[in-house]
């Protein structure tokens, strides 16, 4: 159901909330799935996003959702200066994706030496999606706390990580798992209630079957 | 929130409250927020709204393509306009104010939506200051405007996307309309009048931006679906009603938004877009995102 504060708002940077608000959301989600802003990141727009990007600032609200700009932040409109200013390099191109919405863009983004592509889609109304990461299909909204974790794809996997939420009193709002083939690699997303404690986020880190561990509040 | 006006108002009438009133009520009754905190976010949205507008009316806002920007300063500066110095004329210079800052990437509140941000702001604030309207009676009047934006969510849409510009200028002058009655403290049978009044003013309004952005016509669209929201508050107070229930009014927006070709619908194939001028715009001024 709408909330009077979803009719009276969101309070954010203009013009249009799916190419502008919406855009910066990906970018947050992305930066949040490397682990803070990038050094690197390789920008490709498809759709719409290529076609209309420029004026409605699309440009410049990934690269400030990257730097960690929220969608009200009037720093927006000058991401890309900034951008340039912290040494971050940015490299934009267009392209065609199969299978997504208009608004959709890749981000190609490097910190630390870790590679991450994030593959989202703005919605309307600012609302997102983030439908891969890593070439592997998943359906992040950002509106909750969410897991995201890299195991192998073993048996118990599933089960070892929710005993432990569940012995930290968080509640699972949706779970999905998707692999790239059968005992490879496996990504786990746990959108949750509530954030985890530090203690149990390391504990999930420390399942055999656990590669990486990676906890991203809410992208709101 | 309501799926009906007809039953907000009938809650109202038992309650004995403002529509205003009514909607931070049933936002409480949520359980999300608290009263204290939705007031809050109101409060904010106000603030946010004041400082667009006053950004803009400075006339030094231009957008990102270089179309738009500093008609506000015109508009709140010329005396050649039969309306100069009236309070419609004000409300006029806000609403181009407030969306020459959303064309700029500027900070505003989205009500319902970015690309019809300027009508609540333009007629609210104008209205206010003429009445020296207290922050509290703004902020129910905001409340009251929400209402009517979730009504019209809920039976037909705040998309021009999916129903034209009719579902966001248009429904941004039925929230500028309940909520100017609510200031000037109407009843809520003329906050109704005046929804009604509004929107039948807007019904069939098509979204045709040049190039496909947010600035040609939506700057200037903001501005007099403003002056379509203060007729409506106009008449409303004056006893006017028109003889079609609201609830039904927006049936009737939802279905021409269902029926309206795609051209029309935010894709910038039809109308103002599709003009020789609009095409040659839109070549000229924007362009893909560039490279490197």
Do not use: W
Not at chain 1, 185 to 214: F, M, N, Q, S
Not at chain 2, 198 to 217: I, K, N, R, S, Y
């Amino acid at each position: 159901m709408v909330s009077l504060l979803d009719i009276i708002g969101p309070v954010m940077v203009g013009p249009s909330s799916s190419h502008t608000a919406g855009a910066c959301r990906i970018g947050l989600l992305t930066r949040a799935l490397c682990g803070g802003t990038p050094e690197r990141a390789l920008i490709e727009l498809h759709g719409s996003f290529a076609k209309t990007g420029e004026g409605h600032g699309t440009d410049r609200a990934l690269v400030g959702g990257l730097q960690g700009f929220q969608p009200d932040d009037g720093r927006l409109r000058d991401a890309l200066e900034l951008a340039a200013t912290t040494g971050m390099q940015v490299t934009f191109a267009t392209t065609k994706l199969r299978d997504v919405h208009p608004n959709t863009a890749r981000l190609t983004v490097e910190r630390d030496g870790q590679q991450v592509i994030v593959v989202g889609s703005s919605l309307g109304g600012g609302r997102i999606a983030v439908c891969e990461i890593d070439g592997l299909a998943v359906d992040l909204s950002g509106e909750y706390p969410t897991l995201v974790i890299v195991a192998l794809d073993q048996p118990g996997t599933l089960a070892a990580i929710t005993a432990e939420l569940a012995a930290d009193g968080v509640n699972v709002a949706s779970v999905r798992v998707s692999r790239n083939r059968p005992g490879g690699v496996a990504l786990h997303l746990y959108e949750l209630d509530g954030l985890p404690i530090p203690e149990v986020v390391a504990l999930l880190a420390e399942l055999p079957a656990v590669r990486t561990v990676r906890l991203l509040e809410q992208v709101s | 929130m309501f799926d009906s006006l007809e039953q907000a108002l009938a809650l109202a009438q038992e309650k004995q409250i403002s529509l205003g009133e009514l909607a931070l009520q049933k936002e409480t009754e949520r359980g999300t927020r608290t009263r204290a905190e939705i007031e809050a976010g109101l409060r904010r949205a106000l603030g946010v709204m004041r400082d667009a507008r006053a950004r803009g009316l400075t006339g030094e806002v231009r957008s990102v393509s270089g179309l738009v920007g500093g008609d506000a300063h015109k508009v709140a500066n010329s005396p050649r306009g039969p309306l100069h110095g009236t309070v419609f004329s004000e409300a006029l210079a806000g609403a181009l104010a407030v969306q020459e800052v959303n064309a700029a990437m500027g900070v505003i509140v989205a009500a319902p939506t970015a690309g019809a941000a300027g009508v609540l702001p333009g007629v609210l604030l104008a209205l206010a200051d003429r009445a020296q309207a207290s922050e509290a009676a703004m902020v129910r009047a905001l409340a009251a405007a929400g209402l009517i934006g979730a009504v019209i969510a809920q039976r037909a849409s705040l998309s021009g996307a999916e129903g034209g510009c009719q579902a966001e200028t248009g429904a941004a002058a039925a929230m500028a309309a309940a909520a100017g009655v609510e200031l000037l403290g109407g009843t809520n049978a003329e906050a109704d009048g005046a929804v009604g009044l509004a929107m039948q003013g807007t019904l069939g309004l098509v979204c045709d931006p040049v190039g496909g952005f947010v600035e040609v016509p939506c700057v200037f669209r903001n501005a007099t679906a403003a002056s379509i929201a203060l007729a409506g508050i106009e008449m409303a107070l004056a006893g006017v009603r028109i003889p079609i229930p609201t609830d039904e009014i927006i049936d009737a927006m939802a279905e021409i938004g269902r029926t309206m070709d795609v051209r029309y619908r935010e894709t910038a194939g039809g109308g103002l877009a599709a003009t020789p001028t609009g095409r040659r715009l839109a070549r000229g001024r924007l362009g893909p995102v560039r490279g490197g």
